[in-house]
C-alpha cells in the first residue's frame, strides 16, 4: 500500500540530506562520436569472452574498451542480425551466444564472426532470456518458451499453460524458480516440475496481486524488489511475500505516462539501483532507506549523460551499464576515486565560475576555494556557499576577482591574495578586511607559509619575494637579507620551506634559487640540460618522504636530490604524459601526484613507473591549472583544475593486480579479415597460413574499461623473435615469415613493470612455398643426381690432373728460385772474394796482426758459406754471428764509412733463417749507396714482433734490415734480380710474404723469421 504524506517528507529529506555522503560517482559515457550506430540504447549484455554488448536501434554494438564494432542489418543477405529492436541477450551453457528481437532469434556464429537466424523463432519478439544449464528460457509476446540450442528442440509452455500464454517481458532466476512478471502479477514457474502459479500474497501484500509487472529483482535478504506499470512505484516484498514496502516519494511526476518503465538492478555487492525512463537513476540506501538521485548536469561531465534509461547491467567485474537515449553510460560503485567540486554554488556554466586555483581548510574543516571569479566558503556540514566577488556598480567586497592565493593563519584567518591587493577574513567579525592603504600596490602572485610561521610573498613586480608579517602588516624585501638580496627582482612565482630549513624560492622563466641558512650559501640554477632543472618557469615545488626536492616547470619535473647533488628530470621522454607541469603532491606512500596540461599522473615511489589518469577515470577535464595543490587534515589532496578542483584520496589507489582478459580479436592475413576458429573446448585452435598469406596482423584486446589508457601488451612469436615487445599498442604486424610453425605469445598488464601475469600462446603454422619444400627438393636430386655425379667425377678427375701438373710446377720454380739465388751467391762469392784479397794485400803490408785477424775472420767467413751451402735454412744466431765476421772484413775496408746496428731479441735467435740472407742485404745496400766518413752507410738490424701469426703457425717475429738512402748514380755490377729471386724463394718457405719498402731516407727489407 502507498504511505502517508508524512512518510514521504521524511523520505524525501532524508534523501536530500545524504545527497554527496555516499562517495562520489563518475559516470564514463559512450555515444555514436565514440562509435555507436546510435545512441537509443535498449539492452547491454556480456558475452563468455567479457566483450560489451549493445543493442541499438539500427545494430548491435560490441565495445572491447577502446573501440567499437558495429554489426547491421543487410537486406539479402542472411548472415546479418536481424531487422529491429535488439531486446535481450543470453550465452548458453556451452558458450553459445543469442540475441532476441522484435522479429526473432540470432545466433552469433564466432567462427565466421556472422550470424545464424533461428528460423522456429520468426516473428517472436523475445524481450528476456535466462539461461539455466543446457536451457535457455525465453520471456516473449507469445508467453514462455524453452529453447535448447544442442538439440534444437522448443517447449512452448502458453500451449499447455493459459497462465504462460500471455506477453511476459521480465523474469529473475531464483533457487530454480523463475519468479516472472506479467500483466496478471507475479507468476512463479518451477523448471524442474515445469509447474507454474501465481506467486501467493497475504492480504497485506494483495494489493499488488493483480498489478502490471516491470521489473523484479531480489536482494540480499531474499527480499523482492519490483516495479509496477500500473503506477509510479518502487515495491519490496520481505522473503516469505507476507509484507511490503512501497517507495514513491522520490519517483513522483507531473506526467504519469513517463513513469511507466522502472528497471531493477542488484550489483555484485549487493546494492540496489533502479532505473528510470524520467528522472535517471535511484541508488537504495539502506542506512536510511530511501533513494539517491543521479542526474543529468549539462555543466558537469562527470554526471549521467541523459535521464531516459532504456536498460541497465552489472557486468562480471561490477560495472553497471545504463542504456538511454544518448547512448551508454557506466560505472563501478567503488572504483571512484575522484571527486568534482566546484568553486561556487551556482553559474557553473561560465568558464570563469569553473576555473579553480587555490583552496585552504578552516579548523572547521570548511573549504575555503579562490577562483577566477572570486573566493567562496564551502560549509562540509551543510553543504552550502558563501560566495564573495565585486559585482558591477556595487562597492567591492574584495580587492579583486581573481584569486591568486588562500592561505590561513595560526588564528584561523583566511588571507586571500589577489593580483591587486590583500584580504583577510576575520573569523572572530566574520568581516572581510581590506589592506590597500597598508601595503604597497604590487602584483601580488601567492602567499606561503613557511615551517617558521612566517608569510612569504611572491610576486612578479617589485623586488620579487617579501617576507610579510601579519601581525603589523608590514613587507621585508629579501633585498635586506644578505644572502637573498641575490635573487631580488626576479619574477616570484613558488616557495618551500624544507625540512633541513633551506629556502627554494621558484622564479618566473628564471629557473630556481635555494638559500641553505646552515652552510650561508645561496645556489641559483636554470635549465641548461646538464645536471639541471627541466624548466625555467617553475610552478611548483615539493618535498618527498626521502628529502628530495621536487620541482613543477612548464618543460618537465625535476627531482633533486641535494645531498647528492644529482638531478633527475621526467618529461615526455621517460613517462611524462606532457611536459607541462603545474601542481604537485606526495601523499603518505612517497608517491608523486603530477598535475599536467594532460592529465593526472603518478609516479611510484621506486620512480620507476606512470600512471595516468583521464576523463575515463573520472576527472572533469584534463587540464590542471599553474597552481599548488592542498593536503586536508585527513590526507584528502585537492588539485586546481579548468573546470572546479578534483578531491580524492591517495591511499584509495593502489596498483591493480586484477586479472586482464587478454585475446586476439581477430587477425589479418594477406590484408583479409580472418577469424579465429575455437575447439570443443573453447580453446583458439592454431593460425593456419598459405605460402601466400605470410604477412599477418593481429589484434590484440584486453577488456579493460575504466582505464584502458593504462594497458599495456606484451608480445612475443617464437621462431621469429628474440626478446619480447612491450606497447600500448594492440595491434601486432609481422610481415615475411618465412615457411614452418611458430608460437604466438602474448599477455596483458595494468602494470608496465609487472609481467607476472597469465600469459597465452597460439600456434601459427605457414606453409613453405612449394619451390622451398623437401619433397621438392628431394625430386630434383633425384632426377639430377646421376649427371651431378658424373659432372663431379669428370671435374675431379680434371682437377687431380690440375694439380698434379700444378705441384710439378711449383717443384720446378723452386729449383728454379733455388739455383737463380744460389747462382747470386756464386756471383757474388768472387766478387767478394777479389775485394777482401785486395784489403788483406795492402794490410800485409802495413800490419801483419791486422792481416792475421782479417785473414781468420775471412776464413770463418767461407767455412761459413760452405757449411749452409747445402742447408735450406740456419739458426739465425748462426746467420747473426756470420754477418759480424762479413761487416768486420768490410770496415777494414771502409772503416767509418759503414756503421751495422744489430739489435735481435733472444727469443727471435733461435728460429731460423735462409743462409746468406744478411750477407746478401749488406752487400746489396753497399752495392747501392755511396759510402763515405763523413756520410756514412748506417745499417739497422733488428727484429720486431708481428701482429698475428700466420695461419700455419709459422713465424712471429720478422726481421728487419733497414738502410738510410744515399744512392749512387751508377751501379755497374746490378743485374736486378738479386732482391726478386730473394723474394721467391720465401714465398715457397712461408705464407708471410717479405715487404720490402722505399720512402725518401730508408731502404727496408722485412724478412718472416720461419
Known sequence: MTKALPFFLICWLSWISLYGQTPPISFRHLTVADGLHDGHIQMIGQDKWGYMWFGSLGALNRYDGQKIRTYAYRSGNNHSPLSGIVYSMVTDGSGRLF?????????LNYAKNNFNRIETFNGLTIYRMIAMGKDIFMMTDKGLIKYTPLSNKTVRYGEKDSLLAAPLT?????????????????????????KAWKLPLSIKTASIGNLSIGSLGFDEQNRLWLTTLSMPKVVRLTADFQDLEVYDAPLLTLDPALSREYFVLKDKKNGIWISTKHIGLLQYLPETNGFKQYVLDEQKTWTPSC??????????????WLGGNEGINYFHPERNLFETILPFG????????????????????????????????????TKTYREWRNELNKPPVIAYNSIRQVISDNQDNIWVVTSKGLNRYDTQTSKMLFFDKQLPKLSYMRLFKDRNNQFWFSTIDGDGY???????????????HPYLKRFVGLEGWSFLHDSKGRYWLGFSEKGLGMYDPNTQKTYHWKSNGVNSIAGNLVMSIKEDLNGHIWIATSHGVTEINVETNLFKTYNTDNGLCSNSASCLAVDALNRI??????????????????????????????????HESYTTSSGDIIMPTQKGYIRFNPLNYTTEKRKLNCYISHFSAANVEKQLVEDDGGAHIAIKLQPHENSISLNLVALNYFNPSQTWFAYKLDGFDTEWHITQDPKVVYTNLSGGNYTFRYKAS????????????????????????FWFWALWFALFGGLVYAYWRNRNEQRERLADLQRKAQLLEKEKSVMQYEGLKQQLNPHFLFNSLTSLSSLIQIDSKIANDFLESLSKTYRYILKSSESETVQLSDEIKFAENFVKLQKTRFEEGLIVNITVSEMALQQKIVPVTLQNLIENAMKHNIIDSETPLVIDIFTE??????????????LIVRNNLQKKNFVATSNKRGLVNFVNLYRYLTNTPVEIIENDTHFIVKIPLL
Not at 532476441?100 to 540470432?106: P, T
Not at 531464483?174 to 516440475?193: A, E
Not at 617579501?466 to 635586506?480: G, M
Request: glycine share 10%.
Open 593 to 626: 601526484w603530477i598535475g599536467t596540461t594532460r592529465g593526472l599522473m603518478l609516479l611510484d615511489s621506486s620512480r620507476q613507473s606512470f600512471t595516468h589518469f583521464g576523463l575515463q577515470d573520472g576527472l572533469p577535464t584534463l587540464a590542471f591549472t599553474e
Open 99 to 107: 540475441f532476441g528481437f522484435d522479429s526473432g532469434l540470432a545466433e
Open 945 to 958: 714482433n708481428t701482429v698475428q701469426r700466420t695461419p700455419t703457425g709459422e713465424g712471429g717475429q720478422t
Open 307 to 320: 535521464n531516459v534509461h532504456l536498460s541497465i547491467f552489472c557486468d562480471k567485474e561490477g560495472t553497471i
Open 346 to 381: 551556482k553559474d557553473f556554466g561560465i568558464r570563469s565560475r569553473r576555473w579553480a586555483r587555490s583552496v585552504v581548510e578552516d579548523k572547521d574543516k570548511n573549504l575555503w576555494f579562490g577562483a577566477v571569479d572570486g573566493v567562496s566558503k564551502y560549509d562540509i556540514k
Open 750 to 773: 595494468l602494470n608496465v613493470n609487472d609481467w607476472q601475469v597469465e600469459e597465452k600462446t597460439i600456434d601459427v603454422h605457414v606453409d613453405v612455398v612449394f619451390y622451398k619444400s
Open 466 to 480: 617579501y617576507q610579510f608579517d601579519p601581525q603589523t602588516l608590514t613587507l621585508k624585501s629579501i633585498s635586506e
Open 170 to 194: 521480465e523474469a529473475v532466476l531464483k533457487d530454480n524458480r523463475l519468479y516472472i512478471g506479467s500483466d496478471q502479477g507475479i507468476i512463479v514457474f518451477d523448471c524442474g516440475t515445469e
